[in-house]
């Protein structure tokens, strides 16, 4: 079993910036996919940024040139900056871990972000 605890979201302004954590309960060294996923009110999840063990890195068309998503392997932990955001960035962010050698993909709980105008 893994958890995956997310962290760092809460209400900003436009323009504002916040950078969101992923701690995972176990060793992260080895997964070969780690995502950020984001759900707004009324509509379905959807891909933010993610990264390969190898530091390969693909992001959405609303997030290219605004996020960054990294991973410290020596802390277990994902992360997410998050720049310039606007309110079109309000949703509840979710942190996604595939661990092969588990068999599953795991999911935190979410941490919400609010970007006013």
């Known amino acids: 079993q893994v958890q995956l605890v997310e962290s760092g979201g809460g209400l900003v302004q436009a323009g504002g910036s916040l950078r969101l954590s992923c701690a995972a309960s176990?060793?992260?060294?080895?997964?070969?996919?780690m995502g950020w996923y984001r759900q707004a009110p009324g509509k379905q999840r959807e891909l933010v940024a993610a990264i390969t063990s190898a530091g390969i890195t693909n992001y959405a068309n609303a997030s290219k040139g605004r996020f960054t998503i990294s991973r410290y392997s020596a802390k277990n932990t994902l992360y997410l900056q998050m720049n310039s955001l606007k309110p079109d960035d309000t949703a509840v962010y979710y942190c996604?871990?595939?661990?092969?050698?588990?068999?599953?993909?795991?999911w935190g709980q979410g941490t919400q972000v609010t970007v006013s105008s």
């Open positions: 176990r060793s992260i060294f080895s997964i070969n996919y």
């Open positions: 996604r871990a595939d661990y092969p050698y588990l068999g599953r993909t795991y």
